[in-house]
């Protein structure tokens, strides 16, 4: 599959006329932009959980069901039919078509009447997230070669942070200013002008660019081949799990922090929004860079750690994300936070990274939905509806420190999460020689 068609030697790599270094950074830099929207647009709710809750009149559980359930349906099981399309035809168009339905339908969650209209506005939003990120990492992974791709992959991730930081800061202050209901309208309006600027400038590049082979014949595995030869990887089916785990507990912090600082430390809606949004922000950029260099650096002279160092700084951070629900010190508790918002994104690129290089080119962008759609239906779609139904069991116990005890529970995951990226170190070297 990955042969060239001419049967003799694979070209040489295309010429840096085709595609230059400005070029590419600037793509990179573009695609982080879209990426930053996406993640601003998916967690704004999460920071304004408290005010929608009381003006819709919703429970814990059905507000997990909104930020997690919900979305996630609709997002991980579009990922992939989009993808599939992704592997055909132009990934820039789909990218420019995606980004325009996620931001219109973020603005449109500012004018539902009640939860169930906001619930079919989630849907929508679910709906154009769902041709972002598979897009995005094939075009990544065809502009940036392998030694390279897990640092390029953890800046295009950077928009994680970003995009936490951004909505939960800006949907804070927006709430106490104006209300919730602006703050969608406000943070959805400017992908509008995003997608714009990207249909004028961005280019699709070349499949197999970055890999010293171009695939032009447009054939395309199905996706029963697709899923056959991932589980042929063992190192990928762990990186898979680890990466679902490490969701898991992630999307169930960022969806309740707020609600957890409101409720155990007297926070308002604006103040937690911007202790969240440093912490998470500031610590996951660091984390997420830090996760893709280590990955390349370390995997140059043994490729097992490209996933064991992921392991091992999950694993190191364990101890963190227990303190933090535990202490009752508003300082201690912010300060412990800033560990576990980077476990929460140093994970991000070298996944990234790893599940392109382990498919052949014209799966990346089907594998890398697939990767979305597990980690998303379980991680984003499992965690914070899990936390939500866990916060109301222990409320007769706990009273107002429910939501303290189910986000403790949930940390536990990360042991598994961690277990799964080191299994993963034993079986790369062996995965990456089946896909060249």
Known sequence: MTQSLSGGDAPARPSADEMSNSYRYYALGLLLLIYTSNFMDRQILNILIEPIKHELNASDTMMGFLAGTVFAIFYATLGMPIAMAADRYSRKNIVIAATTVWSFMTVICGFVGNFWQLALARIGVGVGEAGGSPPSHSMISDMFAHEKRATALAVFALGVPIGILLGFMIGGWINDALGWRWAFIIVGAPGLLIALLAAFTLKEPKRGHSDFHLDDDGLTPSFTDVCKFILTQRSLIHIIMGNTM????????????????????????????????????????VATFVGGFLSDHLGKNDVAWKSKIVAVIILAMFPFAISAYLTTSVFWTLFFFVFVAFAGTVYLGPSFALTQSLVPLRMRALASAILLFILNLIGLGGGPQLTGILSDLYADSAGNHSMRYALLTISFAMLWSAWHYWRAGKFIEEDLAKVK
Do not use: K, M
Not at 249 to 264: E, H, K, N
């Open 246 to 285: 490490a969701s898991f507990v992630g999307y169930s912090g960022v969806a309740w922090g707020g609600a957890f600082l409101i409720r155990s430390h007297g926070f308002t809606v604006a103040q937690a929004g911007t202790a969240l949004s440093l912490i998470i922000g500031i610590s996951g950029i």
